[in-house]
C-alpha cells in the first residue's frame, strides 16, 4: 500500500459553486484542478446528467456562474484575444443542452456580482474608482485617460480608507462598489448609489419587484465592517434604508424567504466571537425580531486543505431556511420551520456548501476521509470524483478522545503512524488550526496523512478559542493563556494514551492562529525538537493598523489596544518571550498576505537569529494568507517540503 507524497494533493478535484437552476431542473457547479506542471489551477462548469456528470465549459477560468433560466446560464470570461489591459467584464452563454459558450453581454467596468430581472435587465455591482467615476458609461477616451493615469501612477500609493488592502488583492486605491442597472432595452448602464457609497450582495425579493441590498457611506475607517440595509424599487430605481446597523446589532447576512427577509445577526455581546443568530425582518414594516437562536458557528469552519471555492452555506425556500452550521468538531446541514432548527444531517464530518430549490437538495461534502463529492440531503453520495485520489492509499483513521482540562472539555484527534507496531517509538507532529475561531474534525487533511504516511503520530486538538461549541469560542483577553493551558494538557494526555510517542521527538507546527501559537510556543517551552511558525502574529502592537481583518481586531482579540492598556498588549505577543526560545524553528510567509502582514514573521526571525537559536525563514512572492490551502501549486509543495525537511532535520 502507497503512503501520500507532498504533491498529491494534486490528485484531488475540488468542488464548489453548487448551484440549481431556478426551477430545479439541472444542477451545476465547479470542478477546479491543480496543473502542477502549469502552477496554475483549472476551473470549468459541470453539471449534472441524470446519474452522471457532464464538464460545460473548458477554459479552465469559469470560477462562477448565474444562472438564466432551467436550459442556460452566463459566466464572466475573457476569450478575445486581445490582452491589452482593460476595464471591461465580459459574460458568456451557454445551455446545458449543448452548443459552444457566446459571447452575451459585456459590460464597461469591473463587475463582481450580476442579477437578472424578469424583463431581461440586470442589477449588478461594479467598482468605482475615486476620480473617474464613469467608467461605467463607457466612453473609450475616458477609460484611456483612467489607463493612463493608472500606469503613470503605478509606483504611488495614496490611502484615504481603512482598511487600504485585501489578502490576495493588493491595495484598494480607494476604490468600492456601486449599484448599476442595465436596461435591455437600451444597452447602457445607470449608477443607481451615490458616490462614495458601497453597495454589496444585491438579491431580488420572491416576487421580482426589488432588490435588497448592504451598503455603507464609505468613511475613513469602518468599524467591524458593520452595513446597513437597503431595499431598491425596481419600478422607479428608488432606494430607501431598512435597517440601520446598530454598533451592538448588525446583520452579517440576508436572505430572502416568501414572506420575510432572514438575517444572520449579531449582538456582539462576546465581540467578533460573537456567533450569529437568525432574525426575521417583515417586508411590510421592516420591523425586526429573533426568529431562532443558534449558539453555534454558522457554516462549516471544519479545516481542510483539499478545498478551493466555496457555495451556499444558509439559504431560504420558500420559508424554511436551510444553514449549514458547525457544532463540535463537524458541519452539519439544518432547516428551521417556524423557527424551529430541526438536524437533516447526523454524519460527522464536513457539510461544505449546497442548494436547494424547492424539495431537492444537494450538498458538497467531505466524509469518510475521502475529497469532497456531491451527496444528497440523506447523504446518497452522487459522484466520484475523488475515488481515485484515496485508492490504495494508507489513510490513517482519526482516533478521537475527550478530557476534561479545568472546568471544560478539549476534543482531541490522534493519526496513527504508518508501519504503527505497539511497544515501538514513533515521532510526532503536533498541529495546531487557525482562527481561531475554526476546528478540526475527522476529514482528509493532506499534510497530516502525508506525515502519518512518513511514520509520525500526528495529533490535533479544539482547544479553547474553537468554534462550535458556543461560547467556548470566546478567547477574548486570553490569548497564550487557558489555549496554550489545554494544548499543552492535550500533547500530555496523548503522551499517556499512546506511548509509543516517542516524548524526545515532538515537533509542532501551526498557521494564522496557529503561526502565533507556535511563537507562543517556543517561549514558553523547549519540549519540541522543532517547530514550524506559518503566517503568524508575533507581536499585537505592531499588528495593529496594518491588517485587512480590521482597525478592531487586535483590541477585540485581546480585550485592550495600545492605549488602554499596553502591558496587556505586550504580555499576549510572543515577541515579549522571544529572547526565551531555544526552539529550532522554521518561518514560513508570503508577501501579500495582509491578514497576518510579514513584518510579523521578521520579527520572531529576527528575535531568534539575535539570541542565538536555529532559525530559518522562507517568503513566498505572489502568495498571501491562504498559501496552503489555495497557493499555487508548486508553491505548495514547496512549503510543504520546508516544514517536512526541518522537522526530519531535527527528528532524533
Not at 467556548?472 to 486570553?478: L, P, V, Y
Not at 489555549?483 to 494514551?497: G, K, P, Q, S
Not at 519540541?528 to 481586531?553: E, L, P, T
Request: aromatic fraction near 16%; charged fraction near 25%.
Amino acid at each position: 500500500m502507497k503512503t501520500f507524497a507532498i504533491d498529491d494533493f494534486c490528485s484531488f478535484r475540488f468542488l464548489s459553486s453548487l448551484k440549481y437552476s431556478p426551477r430545479g431542473k439541472n444542477l451545476a457547479f465547479v470542478v477546479t484542478d491543480a496543473d502542477k506542471d502549469g502552477n496554475t489551477y483549472h476551473s470549468n462548469i459541470w453539471y449534472k446528467k441524470g446519474r452522471s456528470f457532464k464538464q460545460l465549459t473548458s477554459g479552465g477560468k469559469e470560477r462562477g456562474f448565474t444562472w438564466l433560466d432551467d436550459d442556460s446560464f452566463i459566466f464572466a470570461g475573457n476569450r478575445e484575444e486581445n490582452k491589452e489591459p482593460c476595464v471591461k467584464t465580459i459574460y458568456y452563454k451557454m445551455s446545458v443542452s449543448g452548443g459552444e459558450a457566446q459571447k452575451f453581454i459585456e459590460f464597461p467596468l469591473e463587475v463582481s456580482s450580476v442579477v437578472p430581472l424578469r424583463n431581461g435587465d440586470f442589477i449588478l455591482t461594479g467598482t468605482t474608482h475615486p476620480g473617474f467615476e464613469e467608467l461605467y458609461k463607457g466612453d473609450k477616451k475616458y477609460t484611456d485617460s483612467y489607463l493612463k493615469y493608472m500606469k503613470e501612477n503605478e509606483d504611488y500609493e495614496e490611502l484615504e480608507t481603512v482598511p487600504w488592502w485585501w489578502n490576495g488583492s493588493t491595495f484598494t486605491k480607494g476604490a468600492y462598489d456601486s449599484l448599476f442597472r442595465y436596461s435591455k432595452k437600451t444597452g447602457k448602464l445607470a449608477r443607481l448609489t451615490e458616490l462614495n457609497f458601497s453597495a454589496s450582495e444585491p438579491k431580488l425579493s420572491p416576487d421580482g419587484k426589488y432588490i435588497y441590498f448592504f451598503g455603507n457611506e464609505n468613511k475613513k475607517i469602518t468599524p467591524d465592517f458593520r452595513r446597513n440595509i437597503y431595499k431598491l424599487d425596481l419600478a422607479d430605481n428608488s432606494i430607501t434604508e431598512v435597517m440601520h446597523a446598530e454598533e451592538n446589532f448588525f446583520a452579517e447576512g440576508m436572505y430572502l424567504a416568501d414572506s420575510f427577509i432572514l438575517l444572520t445577526c449579531s449582538d456582539y455581546s462576546y465581540g467578533m466571537n460573537t456567533d450569529l443568530d437568525f432574525y426575521k425582518m417583515s417586508y411590510e414594516d421592516n420591523s425586526i425580531e429573533l426568529y431562532t437562536a443558534y449558539k453555534n458557528g454558522i457554516g462549516s469552519s471544519v479545516g481542510s486543505d483539499i478545498r478551493y471555492g466555496g457555495g451556499y452555506s444558509v439559504k431560504c425556500s420558500g420559508d424554511t431556511v436551510y444553514f449549514i452550521g458547525t457544532e463540535n468538531d463537524s458541519a452539519y446541514l439544518f432547516k428551521i420551520e417556524d423557527g424551529v432548527i430541526t438536524k437533516l444531517t447526523e454524519k460527522e464530518g464536513s457539510a461544505d456548501s449546497f442548494d436547494v430549490c424547492g424539495d431537492k437538495i444537494a450538498l458538497i461534502g467531505l466524509y469518510d476521509l475521502k475529497g469532497q463529492e456531491i451527496y444528497d440531503d440523506k447523504l446518497n453520495r452522487l459522484s466520484s470524483f475523488n475515488e481515485k485520489a484515496v485508492k490504495n492509499r494508507y489513510v490513517a483513521e482519526p482516533e478521537k478522545f475527550t478530557f476534561m482540562q479545568g472546568d471544560h472539555e478539549v476534543h482531541g484527534f490522534v493519526l496513527k503512524p504508518y508501519g504503527f507496531e505497539e511497544g515501538k517509538k514513533f515521532p510526532c507532529v503536533l498541529d495546531i488550526h487557525g482562527g481561531p475561531k475554526t476546528v478540526y474534525g475527522p476529514v482528509f487533511y493532506h499534510e497530516m496523512q502525508l506525515w502519518a504516511g512518513m511514520g509520525y503520530f500526528v495529533i490535533y486538538c479544539n482547544p479553547t478559542g474553537s468554534d462550535g461549541r458556543g461560547t467556548f469560542s470566546d478567547i477574548r483577553g486570553k490569548y497564550g493563556t487557558v489555549d496554550f493551558d489545554d494544548i499543552m494538557a492535550f500533547t500530555d494526555e496523548c503522551l499517556i494514551r499512546y506511548p509509543e510517542i516517542d516524548k524526545n521527538n515532538l515537533f509542532e507546527t501551526g498557521g494564522s492562529y496557529g503561526g502565533f501559537m507556535t511563537n507562543w510556543i517556543i517561549g514558553h517551552t523547549d519540549r519540541f525538537r522543532a517547530c514550524a511558525s506559518q503566517r503568524s502574529i508575533s507581536n499585537w502592537f505592531s499588528f495593529y493598523g496594518v491588517s485587512d481583518i480590521g482597525v478592531g481586531f487586535s483590541a477585540d482579540q485581546n480585550a485592550c489596544d495600545p492605549w488602554s492598556d499596553p502591558e496587556k498588549l505586550w504580555s499576549h505577543s510572543p515577541m515579549k518571550y522571544a529572547d526565551k526560545a531555544v526552539t529550532p524553528t522554521l518561518f514560513i510567509h508570503s508577501f501579500e498576505d495582509y491578514r497576518c502582514p510579514i513584518d510579523q514573521g521578521y520579527q520572531m526571525y529576527t528575535a531568534l537569529m539575535d539570541h542565538g537559536v536555529d532559525t530559518k525563514m522562507v517568503l513566498f512572492r505572489g502568495e498571501n494568507h491562504e498559501l496552503s490551502r489555495s497557493g499555487k501549486p508548486k508553491h505548495r509543495i514547496k512549503r510543504l517540503s520546508e516544514i517536512t525537511n526541518w522537522f526530519e532535520k531535527y527528528k532524533g
